[in-house]
C-alpha cells in the first residue's frame, strides 16, 4: 500500500468519472447533510428495488434507518454516493456502505444501492471500488453480505468480485467478501471504462 500520510484524508476524495452511457457522474463521501438527498432516492426505488435492498416494500424505510445511514465516521460507517454532475439538483442515484459490527473490528456489513434507472451502467462497481479502497486503508479486511436468496443480479454481482457464500437463514443468502481480492479484482477489470479513473483518483492511498 503506497504510504499516505502526507495526503489528506481519503474521505476528502472526490471522484470525477462517467457512466457507460457518457454521462458524468461524482463519487463522494456521504455526508450528514445527505439525509434527505438519500431519503429521496429511496423513494424513488421501484417496488421491487425497495424489498431487494431492504427486505420491505414499504415507500421508505423508518427515520432511525435512514439516521443510521447519514452517521458516517469514515472509520467505523463508510459511506461513499454518487450524483450526476450535470444535474443541478445533485440527486443520488446510488450509494454503498461498510458499517463494522463490533469498533474495531476487521470485517464490516456491507451495502449497495442504485436507482433502477441507473442498473447495468457500471456504477455498482465503481461505488464499489471506492469503498474497497477506503476499506482497505481503514484495516477492514472482510466484508459480510445478506441478499435475499431471489436477488439474482445481487448474488452474481458479489459472485464477480469473489464472495463465498457461507449460508442460507429463511431465504436470506450470506456472503462474505475478501476486501483484498476482490479490489484486485476490480483493479484488473476493463469494464467500466468508468473505473480508470476511480483508481487514477485514489493512486495515493492503493
Not at 21 to 32: E, Q, T
Not at 121 to 128: D, K, P, V, W
Not at 133 to 145: F, N, Q, S
Request: with cysteine; aromatic share 6%; glycine share 10%.
Amino acid at each position: 500500500m503506497a504510504d499516505h500520510a502526507d495526503q489528506g484524508p481519503i474521505g476528502d476524495v472526490i471522484v470525477h468519472t462517467k457512466l457507460e452511457n457518457g454521462l458524468p457522474i461524482c463519487i463522494r463521501a456521504v455526508r450528514p447533510d445527505d439525509e434527505e438527498r438519500l431519503r429521496s432516492g429511496i423513494e424513488r426505488l421501484s417496488q421491487q428495488s425497495r424489498y431487494m435492498r431492504f427486505f420491505s416494500v414499504a415507500p421508505a424505510p423508518p427515520d432511525r434507518v435512514i439516521a443510521k445511514l447519514v452517521q458516517v465516521d469514515g472509520h467505523h460507517h463508510l459511506a461513499w454516493g454518487a450524483i450526476l454532475s450535470d444535474d443541478p439538483a445533485h440527486d443520488a442515484i446510488g450509494v454503498v456502505h461498510a458499517i463494522r459490527t463490533d469498533p474495531g473490528t476487521q470485517r464490516a456489513e456491507f451495502a449497495i444501492g442504485v436507482l433502477d434507472a441507473w442498473h447495468g451502467l457500471g456504477l455498482a462497481r465503481m461505488l464499489t471500488a471506492v469503498l474497497l479502497v477506503h476499506c482497505r486503508g481503514e484495516g477492514i479486511a472482510t466484508l459480510d453480505a445478506q441478499i435475499l436468496s431471489e436477488n439474482k443480479a445481487a448474488t452474481g454481482f458479489v459472485h464477480s468480485l469473489g464472495a463465498v457464500r457461507r449460508g442460507t437463514d429463511t431465504g436470506v443468502a450470506e456472503f462474505t467478501l475478501d476486501v483484498a481480492g476482490a479490489l484486485e479484482v476490480l483493479r484488473r477489470s476493463a469494464e467500466p471504462a468508468g473505473l480508470a479513473a476511480v483508481f487514477a483518483a485514489f493512486s495515493a492511498y492503493i
